[in-house]
């Protein structure tokens, strides 16, 4: 079996794995509760009226606490109960390593992101269906040379909530100093929820004027193992008179609200060998 058809087979065996993912149950908002004796609370707000409000917490189960004990409510964020445990939500699960998914980031979401330090990008939610990057290698920093810069528009819709999500984007970049334009114009889809799923894409790219003769093809999934974990592959296809392949496999692992990611590339192609090219990133929300 040559490269092409193992790339072929990972990549149905991945579909195949992933197609029956079960979805995630309704979002909850997270509240943390501090009262007069100083004792602190979070849960779920199951309940409230003028005299009371009732909290559901994973360790003591149903607490009702009187308004007049109640010194400050704060907003913890948006969670996911799985099983009998509650997820917190994570901006990240808008992409994979790089590759976006369908779903979008919502309105005022953000993060930076660095891989092997030289890769720097931020991207903002304008709102629920719209948000932008903005990123750069800043390689006159580290070598003296000219800069590439890029901007990352993206819009998404969900077309069934939190089964099925579509997302069309672009990259538009240009290198400082230098009349150098690139980029790609890509659609994706996303089968699955946010926690969940497996995502097909076609991306068309460019530089200066002129567009490749034909696009790249992607498959992706993320599958999340826990409160703090990801599973992650992303792989691409380049067809053409050269062809070849990207395949990867790696984690994400929540550090509070730090994301870290690892994991490996190989490239597959008729004069590529086995390498395996090693990536690490951490993404910061804000």
Known sequence: ???????????????????????????????????????????????????????????????????????????????????????????????????????????????????????????????????????????????????????????????????VSLGFGGLFGAVLGEDIGFGILYGVTTFGSRQKNISFGMGWGYADEDFASSPVFNVSALYRLGPKGYLLSENYYFPGDSAFGLLSLGGRSLLGKVGLDYGGVIPLGEDTGVNIIPWLGVTVPF
């Open 1 to 163: 079996m040559n490269k092409r058809s193992s790339l072929f087979l990972l990549l149905v065996l991945l579909v195949l794995s992933l197609s029956t993912l079960a979805q995630d149950s309704k979002e909850h908002v997270f509240y943390q509760v501090e009262t007069t004796d100083g004792s602190v609370f979070k849960g779920r707000l199951v309940y409230e009226d003028e005299t009371s409000l009732k909290l559901e917490s994973e360790t003591l189960g149903e607490i009702t606490i009187p308004r007049v004990n109640v010194v400050r409510i704060k907003t913890l964020g948006s969670y996911k109960k799985v099983g009998t445990a509650y997820w917190a939500e994570y901006p990240q699960d808008t992409r994979y390593f790089w590759a976006p998914t369908g779903y979008g980031l919502r309105k005022a979401e953000g993060y930076y992101q660095n891989v092997w330090i030289y890769f720097n990008q931020i991207v903002y939610g304008v709102s629920d269906h719209f948000s932008i990057g903005l990123g750069t290698i800043p390689l006159v920093l580290f070598f003296g040379e000219s800069t590439p810069v890029w901007i990352t528009p993206k819009v998404s819709f969900e077309l069934e909530e939190d089964k």
